[in-house]
């Protein structure tokens, strides 16, 4: 029996994916009936494995499906109650929803500044803001600062990401789509990121969807959390509840009755996954 919760309630959500579906090349279906709610001022973790349909779901959210042949064929995705499909991504950018791409696509060629300054390209509100916010970026990001000169395409894959996160800021979102923060980054800087990710959460009520593959830092950070597996949502809870979930430590964090599990324990996981049952 499946232990997905029911507590999808698109009146109280700031963004609402009720029921999608997406395929590919008109062939693929990848996406199967997801739904999940994220509310102003939250932070909400998609968790699970390389393939779950993570990605794509955060392209659907912010209309990038076109371009890599993909479509969203059922369901609805409504940003503060508005259709998402009726929106260009530009707009979308303008209505206060950016996308923070997974691999830390900065413009390899510019400065550090002149990215975060391309972040400000939609605003209409003059220099005299668009310098404040660039400071208010320094200001979370104080290794940026140093860098601001340096060619972004020779910086560290820690400051490309803060780069990446700090461009998106320059828009004044009200709601970040984060695609993998942590991947191929140390400890360290992973824990920096999701840090900042925190303030600008509690001090700039930015809204943030993190999709993640590192449960573990998600669940720390998030306040709620759905499990994708295969296009589904197979899962989802209170980010504590999730955490303490005996099934979710197992299979995502390693973990079998307080000790970590050897790959070769892993193995036998499908056995006894009960929610797919």
Not at 93 to 104: F, H, L, S, Y
Not at 111 to 116: H, K
Not at 155 to 181: N, V
Request: with cysteine; hydrophobic share 35%; aromatic share 6%.
């Amino acid at each position: 029996m499946s232990t997905v919760s029911q507590s999808h309630d698109p009146t109280k959500s700031f963004l609402s994916v009720n029921n999608i579906e997406v395929v590919y090349s008109h062939v693929i279906l990848v996406l199967k009936g997801v739904s999940l709610d994220v509310p102003k001022g939250g932070i909400v973790a998609l968790l699970g494995a390389n393939g779950a349909g993570k990605t794509t779901t955060l392209k659907a959210i912010s209309n990038l499906l076109h371009a890599e042949r993909g479509e969203v064929t059922k369901g609805s995705i409504l940003l503060d109650g508005e259709p998402v499909h009726k929106l260009t991504p530009n707009e979308l950018v303008t209505r206060g929803c950016i996308q923070v791409m997974e691999g830390r696509r900065c413009f390899a060629h510019l400065t550090i500044e002149e990215n975060l300054l391309t972040g400000a390209f939609t605003r209409r509100d003059g220099k005299a803001a668009t310098a404040r916010d660039l400071e208010m970026v320094y200001n979370y990001f104080p290794r940026l600062r140093e860098r601001r000169g340096s060619t972004a395409g020779y910086t560290s894959g820690g400051e490309q990401q803060m780069c990446a996160i700090g461009r998106a800021l320059m828009s004044r979102p009200s709601m970040i789509l984060l695609d993998e923060p942590s991947m191929g980054l140390a400890p360290q800087i992973v824990e920096e990121i999701f840090t900042i990710v925190k303030d600008l959460n509690e001090k700039e009520g930015v809204s943030f969807l993190l999709a993640e593959q590192n449960t573990n830092m998600a669940l720390r950070y998030a306040r709620y959390g759905y499990i994708l597996e295969n296009g589904r949502v197979v899962m989802d809870g209170d980010a504590k509840s999730l955490a303490e979930n005996e099934d979710v430590k197992e299979f995502y964090l390693g973990i079998s009755d307080g000790r970590r599990k050897s790959f070769r324990d892993g193995k036998h996981y499908r056995r006894r996954k009960r929610w797919l049952a």
